[in-house]
């Protein structure tokens, strides 16, 4: 069965810090994998997409890493600010033509001063 | 370049009535897509369209239809809106089936 499992659930960090969310997921065959951003209110924003050959890239303070053989990805952040605090949604498309995104629950993360 | 529109933004309607949410984008794009997104669950698709003229089902159909007269708008309808239908609806378009999907604001829907 195609899924996506997103960890944590929810996370708190201060300020300056950074923070790594982890997805894992067991969707084949496989096309690329997303980073989302939501905002609350908000829909969500790509941050990155990355195909089977991609095992690392970067948007800014955001770096998202691939490794398909373990079929896990992880987004770090880099020296937090407080507009990070967002939902953060992995989705992984399949190579099966449309409706083939299989999209996580989120992390919710929270940036406190 | 607009992007991916979506009206109204807020909305209420009583057990029975119907409804219309519009989507609309401006960057010439085949795909567009309709899902709902509820606590603690991820986005689920409604329907999708591959181009003008051509829809089919996601996920959770269910209760709604949709149609693609053109390739700008995607309209999803409510046909006899139910409790259960409450609930932020997004409507997303890609170029295709493997790029970049661009979400519009949502819609925030309550049936009461």
């Known amino acids: 069965k195609n899924q996506v499992e997103q960890s944590p659930q929810s996370l708190i960090i201060l300020e300056g810090k950074n923070c790594t969310l982890q997805c894992n997921y067991t969707v084949s065959p496989f096309s690329n994998l997303r980073w989302y951003k939501q905002d609350t209110g908000r829909g969500p924003v790509s941050l990155t997409i990355m195909t089977f050959s991609e095992n690392t890239k970067s948007n800014g303070r955001y770096t998202a890493t691939l490794d398909a053989d373990t079929k896990q990805s992880s987004l770090h952040i880099t020296a937090s600010q407080l507009s990070d605090s967002a939902s953060y949604i992995c989705?992984?498309?399949?190579?099966?033509?449309?409706?083939?995104?299989?999209f996580g629950t989120g992390t919710r993360l929270t940036v406190i001063p | 370049n607009a992007g991916v529109t979506q009206t109204p933004k807020f909305q209420v309607l009583k057990t029975g009535q119907s409804m219309t949410l519009q989507c609309a984008q401006d960057?010439?794009?085949?795909?567009m897509s309709w899902y709902r997104q509820d606590p603690g669950m991820g986005l689920r698709l409604i329907h999708y369209?591959?181009?003008?003229?051509?829809?089919d089902q996601g996920e959770v159909p269910n209760g709604y239809n949709v149609s693609r007269s053109t390739t700008e708008d995607f309209p999803l309808r409510l046909l006899s809106a139910a409790p259960s239908q409450t609930s932020v609806y997004f409507c997303?378009?890609?170029?295709?089936?493997?790029?970049?999907?661009?979400f519009g604001p949502g819609t925030r829907l309550t049936v009461t």
């Open positions: 369209s591959v181009g003008a003229g051509i829809t």
């Open positions: 960057m010439n794009h085949e795909y």
């Open positions: 997303a378009s890609s170029y295709s089936d493997v790029s970049e999907q661009y």
């Open positions: 989705v992984v498309s399949a190579r099966t033509g449309a409706n083939n995104l299989f």
